[in-house]
């Protein structure tokens, strides 16, 4: 990406929900080096959460309960509009919004399981859809989005979202085919390391270690490996290795680890996960 394109100003933006995803990728707009045109909208369920916005001069919230046409009015004047809903709400949120959006809008969906055509059938044809999938560490600035265009979106449209999503973590461009995987491997994938961290966790106390001392030991075992990971330049197995003395401790335990099929158990968990993506793409 040239210098140009990183220091383009990020177009009119409405957020049609804040919850926990939606609000991660507020902040990352709101952040001081970002350059987005403004105000964003967003709109809450609740009266309470839009007040939350009132002293906000970069925001103007409102809120559904006072306001049924709430998703209506964020949405006019806005070239991105980001549907940060549950799943189950995306395509009835696009049927509400439909002949209220802008000419050449981007319609950004953040959901697991519905296609881009679901969405494109109940919007205007000169509306683009793109999908984008983060995960959990946006919320921290330290997401990994993979980004989809739909048959409606251009690589103009889709180059948009991607600078808009690099605001909260790095953001790369895949094959919307390829979503259900990416969503298996980096959007499921900080709750198998938590699953681990809890296995690992527990075990520490079974040795002996009070809770907190096991909770320490492992959390900054975990932040200092993946940092070391993030800037060395070997691959995950070098790094294995060098930890990993001939005959040492290190090789005893992981013995025992490999034993139980990881590559295997690996496929099967990231298999049921594209599985049960597909099935929601099917409404079952």
Known sequence: MSDTEQHEILPRTAL??????????????RAPEVDIELPIAVTTASLASAALFDDAADIVATAAESDPEANRHAVRGARVVILAVKPWKIVEVAREIA????????????????????????LPESVAVVRAMPNTPALIGRGVTGIAGGL??????????????????TA?????????????????????LFLYAEHMTAAAQRMGFEADQARLLVQQTIAGAAELMVRSDDEPEQL?????SPKGTTERAVEVLQAADWGALFDRALAANVRRSEELERGE
């Open 152 to 169: 409606s979106a251009g690589e103009e449209h889709v180059a948009v979202v991607q600078r808009l999503f690099e605001t909260v973590g």
């Open 172 to 192: 790369i461009v895949v094959r919307e085919e390829q979503i259900n995987a990416l969503a298996a491997v980096s959007g499921s994938g900080p709750a198998y």
């Open 99 to 122: 002949d209220a959006l802008e000419p050449g809008a981007i319609v950004v969906s953040v959901a697991a399981g519905v296609p881009s055509s679901a969405i494109e059938e109940e």
């Open 16 to 29: 049609i929900g804040v919850g926990s995803m939606g609000g991660a990728i507020l902040a990352g707009l």
């Open 240 to 244: 294995r290795r060098n930890v990993t």
